[in-house]
């Protein structure tokens, strides 16, 4: 079974991101986070939301030019 919550280092990973920008995206709202306790866990489910939010922002129409 896969994790349902990521730590905050599992969640750099899984975006490529570093830990500064991570916290930026979860303290502006774009990545959800939860408490549990004292720490902070990211659901797995947010940063596959993230990622779909940035490609329909990026617009539909996108197609890269190959060579020739």
């Not at 500064?20 to 959800?32: C, D, K, N, P, Y």
């Amino acid at each position: 079974m896969d994790k349902l919550l990521l730590r905050e280092p599992e969640a750099c990973q899984v975006l490529g991101v570093s830990r500064t920008i991570l916290f930026q995206l979860m303290r502006s709202g774009a990545v959800e986070s939860i408490r549990i306790g004292r720490s902070r866990r990211i659901p797995a489910a947010a940063l596959a939301a993230y990622v779909e939010k940035l490609r329909a922002q990026q617009g539909e129409g996108y197609s890269p030019r190959g060579p020739g």
